[in-house]
């Protein structure tokens, strides 16, 4: 099994729909990220946790939502989609210590990509 | 904020050839990593290489290195006997250690010509 995985894949959805995409990680790690990726403009961070409490806007939060239910598990919601949020979104985590000692080496899924229409 | 800029949209490389893909950064800080993603068509994030903003030496991985020239911010990735696998859309990445955050240029989409 993938040390992060990542659901669903694919999904195609309605304008207004709420969706919700889920991240687990069996690596132990503190740290739980999401990114979403636009052609022609790399991956760009929207929330990022530093532990289950500890829940930060990353630059493109807006229309975005997240929830860290454990240690473990991640989620992002988008309660009303729209067509520009169309995109391919990582889930990705990090050891939770100082940066000389791994923090800054993240661990990505597989991806999910998102359709709005 | 931090920037990190990829100048090369898209590159090709005969296969067996040496390629240079470039990455500038600006930042204020003084601790941080610098990165190298690699993307193929599976989508994966594949971590190709990493470097230490404090060391000198440049990081190298097999047929991957990079050259890093940290007073003109510039981080080079040179792959050297260009595979069919190799080819993927390549991401410099920037990791400051007061920001806790993964910066991302935008890509530059390597061709591997047979």
């Not at chain 1, 069996?26 to 532990?51: A, C, E, N, V």
């Not at chain 1, 240690?71 to 990705?92: D, G, V």
């Amino acid at each position: 099994d993938a040390d992060v995985t990542q659901t669903p894949r694919n999904r195609i959805t309605k304008t207004g729909k709420r969706i919700m995409l889920e991240c687990s990680q069996t690596k132990g790690h503190d740290r739980m990220y999401w990114y979403r990726q636009d052609p022609g403009l790399g991956l760009r961070l929207i929330y990022y946790s530093f532990d289950v409490k500890d829940i930060n806007k990353g630059e493109i939060s807006d229309g975005y939502s997240v929830s860290r239910q454990a240690q473990a598990k991640f989620s992002l919601s988008l309660e009303s989609a729209i067509p520009n949020q169309t995109a391919l979104y990582f889930c990705a985590t990090s050891v939770g210590r100082g940066a000389g000692s791994g923090a800054n080496v993240l661990t990505f899924g597989a991806g999910s990509r998102l359709t709005v229409l | 904020a931090q920037t990190v800029t990829q100048s090369q949209p898209e590159m090709s490389v005969q296969e067996a050839e040496t390629v240079t893909l470039s990455c500038t950064y600006d930042t204020s800080e003084s601790d941080y990593y610098l990165f190298w993603y690699k993307q193929p068509p599976s989508r994966q994030m594949i971590l190709v290489i990493r470097q230490e903003a404090y060391k000198q030496q440049n990081a190298t991985e097999n047929r991957f290195s990079v050259n890093f020239q940290k007073a003109a911010k510039s981080f080079s990735l040179k792959i050297s006997d260009s595979q069919l696998g190799d080819a993927a859309m390549y991401f410099c990445a920037y990791y400051g250690a007061g920001s806790y955050q993964l910066t991302f240029g935008k890509g530059t989409k390597l061709s591997v010509i047979p």
